[in-house]
């Protein structure tokens, strides 16, 4: 850079703009950071109801196993539906239940698919007997 007469130095013409051009890069980076952490916390939450939904259905089966299948497995769908969520599998193998919750995350990741979660319930074998 040369200076000028008056001891002042002369920028060079055609970098005005470039500190804006960078704060809006900066700033979509940002947004989109934003938008995928939210969209990866929205799944977590999911399978989390999921989980929480399969092991609240397993158990209210195995308390209803006793009174038969179907009825069991209809307790274990009705409060599958009260927490949020949907029984897609309920199998009774003697007092033994298995459950499959799933639960759709919000927003835009619903649309690509379900959480899913498989939970089961019933009485522990005895050591050595």
């Known amino acids: 850079m040369r200076s000028a007469p ?28 934003g938008t995928v952490t939210t969209a990866l916390a929205s799944v977590a939450v999911a399978r989390q109801r999921a989980a929480s939904a399969a092991d609240l259905s397993a158990l209210a089966a195995a308390a209803a196993v006793l009174d038969g299948p179907a009825t069991a497995c209809g307790r274990a769908s009705a409060l599958a539906a009260e927490v949020g969520a ?13 459950v499959v919750a799933d639960v759709r995350p919000a927003g835009a990741l619903g649309r690509l698919g379900t959480a899913s979660v498989r939970a089961a319930a019933g009485p522990v074998p005895r050591a050595g007997g």
């Open 6 to 33: 008056s001891g002042r130095v002369r920028r060079p013409r055609g970098d005005g703009g470039t500190a804006t051009a960078m704060v809006l890069g900066l700033a979509a980076v940002l947004v989109l950071c």
């Open 86 to 98: 949907r029984l897609s599998s309920c199998r009774v193998d003697g007092d033994r239940v298995e």
